[in-house]
């Protein structure tokens, strides 16, 4: 299984960005995808998650009402629309899946991870 995120970038605080991942190996139609960052310094923290059958979303706090999560079945690929993007969101973005999406949540349940994609955000 293969997580191929792409999209990241430097963007000016205010400004948006959109994340793309494909899964590639086997299907999580049934399951479920998500995004977890890492800042400098920091632990890896949950950003956010979909069930790829139903399309229920699932947010930390910290981007709740600033980022949307979708998703495309027939392309494998989930996408993290991030608005008003702030200085505190620069981090190391990574697409994760697994066979629950309310699972995803917890590093420790995350079953697949993909090579982070950077995201930086200038003041």
């Known amino acids: 299984v293969q997580l191929q995120a792409s999209g990241g970038g430097l963007v000016q605080a205010g400004g948006s960005l959109r994340l793309s991942c494909e899964a590639s190996g086997r299907t999580f139609s049934a399951g479920g995808m998500g995004w977890f960052r890492q800042a400098p310094g920091k632990e890896r923290e949950f950003v956010g998650a979909?069930?790829?059958?139903?399309?229920?979303?699932y947010y930390a706090d910290s981007v709740k009402g600033r980022f949307t999560i979708s998703r495309d079945n027939a392309k494998s690929t989930e996408y993290l629309q991030m608005n008003s993007l702030k200085p505190e969101d620069t981090a190391v973005y990574y697409c994760?899946?697994?066979?629950?999406?309310?699972?995803?949540?917890?590093?420790?349940?995350?079953?697949?991870w993909g090579k982070g994609t950077l995201v930086t955000v200038s003041s």
């Open positions: 979909i069930s790829m059958s139903d399309g229920r979303t």
């Open positions: 994760t899946a697994g066979n629950t999406a309310v699972r995803l949540a917890l590093a420790q349940w995350v079953e697949y």
